[in-house]
């Protein structure tokens, strides 16, 4: 009996090897063609990608809270993803809410509170997508816009449909 098995053990172990390189063939992507040329409508489309327009919203007083939302302005200005956007159109629309973390101590850090909104066109209602809080303060500002942005980049991937 052992003399069988050991045969239909070798077998199994040969049709394996055999039908190994055969499968690895079959998991292979095929080669394609032609590689489209640079100038094709699918190249464009990557590299001129359409920016997002963001809008950005804050009319608190606090300095810090006022120098935070200049500078997601200013970075917003010089993304690749994304650009400033004052038009009636689809945009994202960052709503920020700051108050200075000690009324007595200006300057020192401010606690803000941020809304990602969808608006489609001006006067219709805009459509809440997140919401974050935190503290900011002089030292961390860059940091603090950069993450900012991150999240506005990361939900606009995550809404792009609507646009």
Request: net charge positive.
């Amino acid at each position: 009996m052992y003399p069988i098995l050991r045969a239909v053990l070798v077998a199994l172990a040969l049709s394996t090897l055999a039908a190994g390189p055969a499968l690895a063939q079959a998991k292979a992507p095929a080669p394609q063609a032609a590689a489209a040329p640079a100038n094709s409508p699918a190249k464009k489309d990557d590299q001129n990608g359409k920016k997002i327009p963001v809008a950005i919203e804050h009319d608190d007083s606090d300095p810090l809270g006022a120098r935070l939302a200049y500078r997601i302005k200013e970075m917003l200005g010089r993304s690749s993803l994304m650009q400033p956007s004052g038009k009636d159109e689809k945009k994202i629309v960052i709503a920020i809410k700051t108050k200075e973390e000690f009324p007595g101590r200006p300057n020192v850090a401010s606690i803000y509170s941020i809304s990602w909104l969808f608006s489609s066109k001006e006067g219709s209602l805009k459509y809440f997508l997140t919401s974050e809080a935190g503290i900011v303060d002089a030292p961390g500002m860059d940091q603090t816009v950069e993450e900012i942005l991150g999240k506005t980049d990361k939900l606009a991937t995550t809404y792009g449909y609507l646009f």
